[in-house]
């Protein structure tokens, strides 16, 4: 329950942080918006990545013979991951 509402806590944090209008966010150069949702999307993405390697390496060391797998697993699990950060510095460029 707490991750749960941990996610609709930034789910309700990241809307309010792009709710802007279009002439008044202009007018007072508003930049601190972009850049506080990138620094959460990095962060959260850090954390993420930081999860799944470790559980990676605890795979390996449980099951040596599937490493291969595994770390294929993880590279593509880490580039979906990184992807996400990305999106969120397209989509803070295009709102700045």
Known sequence: ?????????????????????GDAAAATGSWWSPTVGMALAAGLCGIAQGHS??????????NPQAANNIRTTMIIGLALIESLALYTLIVALVKF
Do not use: D, N, S
Request: net charge positive.
């Open 1 to 21: 329950m707490r991750k749960f509402l941990t996610l609709m806590a930034m789910f309700m944090i990241g809307g309010l942080l792009f709710a802007q209008t």
């Open 53 to 62: 390697v470790a559980a990676a390496c605890e795979g390996i060391a449980r």
